[in-house]
């Protein structure tokens, strides 16, 4: 069975759907319909099948099983017709209210836009399924009397359940939903009615459901109206004189112009502001300098606590999904490195080799410093600077000095060009630097990990000291909202060649010059 379906839309937009052999056709509809900000009701599903050339159109109503699509299937959005289809419906009755109906079924036909709720309405008046009599389907009640009581008892609403592809609409809000939503657009359908006791008296469910459709008619008329009175304003009295456009012109007055030199120095203010919270919306991860505190070789330090939440932070923040969708520019750029990764490239001779390691060798040599952050096994973290002579020694020393079972063994790893490597212990006749020995630039993390010599309970308890652990900080991080950036040498799509046309240097309908015959000279 499929475990997703690749969506695709008419300007070759593609979205990913994840399902299960129970998911619905119309839900994944839905989805994808909502991820593109298109309107469900107006499209339907048609399969792409490129071996045959035959595509399909899918039933909404089924199921991804029933449906017989492979895994990785691709469906296309096609827009269906405006005007609604005829679908034929079958009502079965249950077996109390089914006298005197042949096969205890109601027939008749419907448009795609039917809800069914009216479709009930329309059978239990006798406006459709050529009944005689009239029934009764969505005003029952049940009289129910309490424990311990004796009495008529009080009437309580029968909720009507229409069962129809394994579906069972049970609320008032599912039977709002139209034919054409749940996938029925055309052919014929059953609908197995039955009915549940709710615990809502009848006469406070009767008006629950009257001031839900005056709420409707409420807002169709408001509509209406705003529409009318737009129009109304738009189109002139002819019992009215006609006012000429300089007497209006006089009417409204003047804005007053501002000088330029003016409006220069009142946006020179805002500018400066709209940098200053720009900068206050950059991720800021490390705490200011008087938050810092020294360690055990009297090196400023900062200690960050370990994250209150079991969800990674970049878990709970919101995302666009369209900016994960591949342009034409990246298609290009992925050409394009392909090209040129396909090209034969000499080799490098062993002067140019030399030459490379000895300009790395001499970027290493000009470090001056690093910065190490050491993760601990309880997610608590420190962060500090390490100079260029500063060797694997002094970060295990600082280390030692910070974490409470400072005997038992441990290791520090970190993260090289080649793999994850252990930070070498030194002794007194091996140092090894950690910038022109291991390498380290920039920023680097290094992971605290206990050997197999350690105590367990080194490995439960907290691994900072106390002193350290209450002066950490969390990590805060600022949420920075997204700017379109466009390129100031960028033309527009719709602005190109439009200079051509307007300056006339192409002539329309002549002969371009490279359909020329050449000619006597």
Known sequence: MAS???????????????????????????????????DATQYGLKELDRASNNNKTVDLSRTVRFAN?????????????????????????PESIAQGTPSSRLVDKFPSTTTFWLLLRKFESGAAGGGKSTLNLTARGCPQVGDGNSGAGRLYHEMPIIQVMGRELSSFVDLQKTLGQLGF????????????????????????????????ESGDKAGAHASSLANSESVPDPSQPAIPQEAQDQKTPPK??????????????????????????????????????????QRPISVFAP??????????????????????????????????????????????????????????????EVEIRIRFPDQSSIVTKFSNVDTSESLYELVKGMIVNSADPFSLKYSAPSGLKIIPKDDSNNKTKLIGGLGMLGR????????????????S????????????????????????????????????GKG???????????MPKWLKLGGKK
């Open 307 to 368: 994250p209150s939440s079991t969800t990674p932070q970049a878990v709970r923040q919101k995302y666009n999904e369209a900016d994960y969708e591949p342009t034409v520019d990246h298609a290009r750029m992925y050409q394009s490195r392909l090209k040129q990764s396909g090209q034969n490239k000499r080799l490098l001779t062993d002067a140019e080799i030399k030459a490379q390691q000895s300009n790395q060798a001499q970027k290493i040599a000009d470090i001056k």
């Open 461 to 496: 308890e907290p691994t900072l000291i106390q002193k350290y652990r209450e002066e950490a900080k969390e990590i805060k991080v600022a949420e920075v909202q997204g700017v379109a950036v466009q390129d100031d040498g960028s033309v527009p799509q719709d602005e190109k």
């Open 4 to 38: 997703h379906v690749v969506v695709i839309d008419s300007s070759a937009r593609r979205v990913q759907i994840k399902t299960t052999p129970n998911k619905y056709l119309t839900d994944i509809l839905q989805e994808a319909c909502s991820k593109f900000g298109l």
């Open 185 to 216: 657009n055309n052919g014929n359908t059953l609908l197995r009615l039955s009915f549940r006791t709710t615990d809502t008296p009848l006469e406070e469910a009767m008006q629950q459901i009257d001031q839900y459709f005056k709420s409707m």
């Open 69 to 93: 699509l492979s895994s990785g299937a691709k469906l296309e959005l096609v827009l269906l017709s405006r005007s609604p289809s005829v679908v034929s419906v079958a009502l079965q009755l």
């Open 500 to 510: 051509k046309d307007e300056q006339g240097e192409r002539r329309r309908g002549g």
């Open 444 to 459: 680097v993390l290094v992971t605290f990990v206990w050997d197999e010599g350690s105590s367990l309970k080194a490995r």
């Open 256 to 297: 007053p112009e501002l000088d330029p030199d003016t409006t220069a120095v009142t946006q020179e203010p805002l500018s400066s502001t709209t940098r200053e919270n720009q900068a206050d919306q950059q991720p800021t991860t490390l705490p200011s300098e008087s938050s810092t505190i020294t360690g055990p070789d």
